[in-house]
Each structure stands twice: as C-alpha cells, then as structure tokens.
C-alpha cells in the first residue's frame, strides 16, 4: 500500500514549536495528512514522517528563471492567438502584444507567458508553423526592448519550444506533461530551459467529453510524479521542474476542488508548484461572474487559498488584482515579518 504525505501548511504568524517550513517559503507545518487509495485519511505529527519525505518537504524551491521562491509569484497571461477562450484575437498583433507585455510587468508581473495555441476546451490543434509564426517573433522584440524579465512559452511542441528559446524564451510551460511530443524533454534538458509539467488527460479537443478518475488528487499525482522522472531521466533536476495539477485540463469541478483542496500534496514532487484557475469556466459557474475581467476578483480568491496552501507561483490574466491581493494578504497575515523572524 503506497502512502502519500499532503502538509497541512500554516501561515500564522504566531511561532509554533517544532513548526518545519514547507518548500523553504512562507508556510510552516508541524502535521500531514497520510493518504492513501485503500484506507482512510489519517493526520500524523512531522516526526512520524519518513526523513526522506521530510527533506524534500521542507527544502528550499531553487529560484526559477532568476525569481526565487521563497514568496509568491506572478505568471502573466499573454495570449497570441485569435481564439483563446478569454482575450483570443486581443494581442496577437506585435504592437498590441509589446504594449500588453509592457502593462503586465507594469501592474506587477514576475514573468510573462506566451503562448500560440489555444488550448480551451474543444481547441483544435494549430500547425507548428503558424505557432512559432505567432510566438518567436513577438519573444525576439520583447527581448530586443528594455523588458528583463523571464519569458515563459506555452507549448506543448518540441519545435515551437526550440524556436522560443533561440528567440529568448527562458521557460517551457508544457500542458501534456511530456505526453504529447517525446522529443521535447530531449531539447528541454540539452538547452537547460526550466520546465513547467502540467497534468491533462487527453487532447483540448476532446478532454472535457467525459473526463474519469479513480481519485482524482492521487492519480494526479501520480501522473505528475511519472512526468517529473521522465524529465530527470533525460537530464532535467528538479530544481529546473515546476508541477501544476492542471485546473479544468481534463477535469469537471469536482476534480478541480478536490485538487484545490489538498493541493499541497503536490509539495511532495520536491518541485515548486503553478496554478492556473484565471478566468477558467469553473470560477465563473461557482462565483456566478460573468466573462472575462468579471472573473478576476473571483479568480484572486482561489489564488489566495493558494497561497495559504504555499503554492509559490499564479498564472493570472488579471495582473493588478492578484498584485493587490499577495500584497494585502502578506501584510495583513505577517507573512513577510514572520519569514524574517524565522531567518
């Protein structure tokens, strides 16, 4: 029987004795929840857990593309196609695209994410050409500008990854966690790019049909947990690794809220994590916003029990909320004088 160790993190700022730090960021832990797929969930205290779960539990997330994550980040949404599900066709012209990236950064973006095909629900899938068509170009002009910060492709092609990184793209957000394109994590390791797995089951076009799980947290992490060691076979460490459950990428709501329940299981891969909920179809039918920047509050507060849970990083349309968001949350919780306290 294989146990699975979720952290139950905690982010007062009242020192607790015994308390680890989880991922080296900003949640402490003193307890865990054991699961597994044959018996009932049980709590245990931290010294029941095994010293190698411990160590990869508590040790520091290396920094990503220069970010550390040792607090949260954000991940900008730029979208360079006519279709995506929220702003498809809005900034896939190289001056609407420049002056987004531009905004982005200036609202308090720590890295920005490009991607050319739409991977909505029901998307079909777009020619390699026209993707790096839409992508490497638009990567090379933003390099070429005064923008410093780290580029993120959205891709799950080998080839249009290639092309990115020539261009100045520092990161691979693949959302098949290397189950579309074999050759992708062969490039990945041999150009040094860090690597974001996303879990998804089946193809945009037909992912939402009838999506089906045993336990829907566990054999998601399993998946990730496979995709993460196919990467370290190839050469890629786990400080070049980030995971992401993968909100609404083969899943119906009740998937999605079981993994954002007890998403810091997914502290266990050693890697740090990325969510994704932005504007996606399940904020809207559970807060009962509209489309578009309607959702952005919405979406901010499932970011925020993100953080709570430690997650280090948001992939976000909506900049400037979620910015004020991490900014009232650390200041009102003690996050940031509390971490200093524990240095």
């Not at 999605?256 to 007890?262: F, K, V």
Request: glycine share 10%; hydrophobic share 45%.
């Amino acid at each position: 029987m294989r146990t699975y160790y979720r952290p139950i993190p905690m982010a007062d700022p009242a020192f607790v004795p015994g308390a680890k730090p989880l991922a080296g960021g900003w949640c402490r832990f003193t307890h865990l929840e054991c699961l597994s797929r044959e018996n009932p969930a049980r709590i245990i205290p931290i010294e029941a857990v095994p010293p190698d779960v411990l160590k990869r539990l508590t040790a520091p997330r290396a920094p990503i593309a220069g970010l550390s994550m040792d607090r949260p980040r954000i991940m900008g949404i730029l979208n360079l196609t006519p279709d995506s599900f929220s702003d498809g066709g809005c900034y896939n012209s190289m001056d609407a695209a420049v002056q987004r990236a531009d905004e982005m950064l200036g609202q308090g973006a720590d890295l920005l994410d490009l991607g050319g095909e739409s991977t909505r629900p029901g998307a079909v899938e777009v020619a390699v050409e026209v993707e790096i068509e839409r992508t490497a170009p638009i990567i090379a002009a933003l390099k070429h500008s005064a923008i410093t910060a780290p580029i993120s492709i959205d891709t799950r092609k080998s080839l249009v990854a290639e092309a990115a990184l020539v261009a100045g793209a520092d990161v691979i957000n693949d959302i098949s966690g290397l189950a579309f394109d074999p050759a992708l994590a062969d490039m990945a390791a041999r150009t040094g790019a860090i690597l974001i797995l996303m879990h998804s089951r089946g193809l945009p076009a037909t992912m939402q049909d009838d999506p089906c799980y045993d336990h829907v947290l566990l054999d998601v992490y399993d998946a990730l947990a496979d995709s993460v060691a196919l990467a370290e076979a190839t050469g890629i460490p786990r400080t070049r690794i980030m995971v992401d459950p993968g909100i609404g990428f083969g899943k119906r709501d009740p998937h999605n809220l079981a993994l954002l329940h007890r998403i810091s299981l997914f502290h266990s891969l050693g890697c740090a994590i990325l969510l994704g909920v932005s504007r996606k179809g399940m904020i809207g039918r559970l807060s009962g916003a509209g489309m578009g920047m309607a959702r952005g509050p919405a979406s901010a507060t499932v970011g925020l029990w993100a953080l709570g849970q430690g997650v280090q990083m948001l992939r976000v349309h909506d900049i400037d909320i979620h910015r004020q968001m991490i900014s009232l949350w650390g200041a009102a919780s003690g996050t940031n004088r509390g971490k200093k306290e524990q240095a």
